[in-house]
């Protein structure tokens, strides 16, 4: 079914966000009530756009705008073309667009799904010479599809169907790191175990526990990257051994299930590089510090990313646990925490473990916990699949909606 195809500004009111206020950075703009969206949240959300990390005061809002929730917001610099609807009243500065659809003639849902399938195009248009920007200029030459309204809904309430049961599943994912999270503060920071009323405290620890470096319990390697010059290294779709970076473990999740890059079987072996088994745990300890992450088959890294190997299962919940809660600028020796972290410090970082019987009774509380996440988890990324599969099929209108 061919579908009319309309500019963006057919379909609703398209306006770039507002930070007027040189530098952007001024301390004085933030810590107030209202929520300052930037690309990196739109990029973090999948749907709607709820939690961020900055927000602006009254001083920080007289130089800006506050958006309503529902207004679509996609990114036009950074990350181009990345979409999410706010989910909340919001401002967000002129690197992100927000668009309000006109009543009756587009649905905001849809016109999100159209940035999904156009978002290559949106990045092919957008480069430049020294930094991608996807101007209105440049924005304006593409079309969306524009089935009549009653059709955009329907679309779209197929669609979302999909992402509600994504997002629901991650909140719940949420609910169980808290829980998780409690229960290993409760025992391991506020002393607060099975047993601790009668267990004495010895040289700062509990009597039975053990305090050493970090590599006295694993074997801790770290990754590498090949030269990057040579491209016949890498691969991109899926191929060859899953390669990690940091930004790969920058999910809300502890279970890594997919890379944006692999490496050649050719490169591990010619390079040397680290292949590290399922249930791994790993630590980021360059420039983004402190990020962990749990591996579910065989992966590698880049060397900014120290593997925790061990073959006792019983441990990999309390070290991912001890790894998140640990206070990292406590290894440094300079002001600047990401230059301040090597290798051997990491491998040498103070480490302290319970004795064997509490470390099996919390292994055996933790692991339903973590397996469920892993659980919903895998569940999001067939729920993800399979909206995909469907999305370009409905949205070019080669399937009929009823």
């Not at 073309?81 to 849809?110: H, Q």
């Not at 999904?116 to 092919?124: F, G, H, I, R, S």
């Not at 940091?246 to 692999?262: K, Q, V, Y």
Request: proline share 4%; hydrophobic share 35%; aromatic share 10%.
């Amino acid at each position: 079914m061919a579908w009319e195809r309309k500019t963006l500004d057919q379909l609703g009111m398209v306006s770039r966000g507002r930070s007027k206020h040189r530098p952007r950075d001024d301390e004085s703009l933030y810590g107030g009530i209202y929520p300052f969206i930037q690309t990196a949240d739109v990029k973090r959300s999948n749907f709607y756009i709820t939690e961020y990390s900055q927000t602006y005061n009254e001083r920080g809002l007289a130089q800006s705008k506050l958006w309503r929730a529902g207004t679509l917001c996609f990114t036009i610099a950074a990350n181009i073309a990345d979409s999410a609807i706010l989910g909340i009243d919001a401002c967000f500065p002129d690197s992100i667009m927000g668009f309000i659809p006109y009543e009756g003639v587009s649905d905001v849902r849809f016109v999100k799904y159209c940035f999904d399938v156009l978002q290559q195009q949106c990045k092919q248009i957008s480069q430049g010479a020294t930094q991608d920007n996807l101007s209105w200029e440049k924005l304006s030459t593409i079309k969306f599809p524009a089935p009549d309204y009653k059709t955009q809904q329907k679309i779209a309430d197929i669609l979302s169907a999909y992402d509600n049961l994504i997002e629901n599943n991650q909140k719940q994912i949420k609910l169980l790191e808290e829980a998780a999270q409690r229960l290993y503060k409760q025992w391991f920071i506020d002393l607060r175990y099975p047993g601790h009323e009668t267990t004495p405290i010895v040289d700062g620890i509990p009597e039975g526990w053990r305090k050493d470096r970090a590599d006295s319990f694993f074997n801790i390697t770290i990754g590498k990257t090949p030269p990057r010059a040579e491209k016949q290294w890498f691969t991109e779709d899926g191929n060859g051994i899953p390669w990690i970076s940091i930004s790969d473990m920058g999910t809300d999740s502890a279970f890594l299930f997919e890379t944006s890059e692999g490496l050649t079987l050719e490169a591990i072996k010619r390079h040397n590089v680290k292949v590290v088994p399922a249930n791994t745990v790993l630590l980021s300890f360059k420039l983004t510090v402190g990020r962990v992450s749990i591996t579910t088959t065989e992966m590698c890294t880049n060397e900014a990313i120290a593997h925790f190997v061990t073959d006792d299962d019983s441990i990999r919940e309390y070290a991912y646990c001890y790894l998140k809660n640990f206070h990292y600028d406590e290894l440094g020796s300079t002001s600047s925490i990401s230059k301040a972290i090597n290798s051997k410090i990491v491998k040498a970082m103070p480490f302290v473990t319970p004795d064997c019987d509490l470390l099996k009774k919390f292994h055996f509380l933790a692991k339903p916990i973590f397996d469920e996440m892993f659980t919903k988890q895998k569940q999001i990324i067939n729920l993800i699949q399979s909206r995909d599969r469907l999305l370009p099929k409905l949205m070019n209108g080669e399937l009929e909606v009823s």
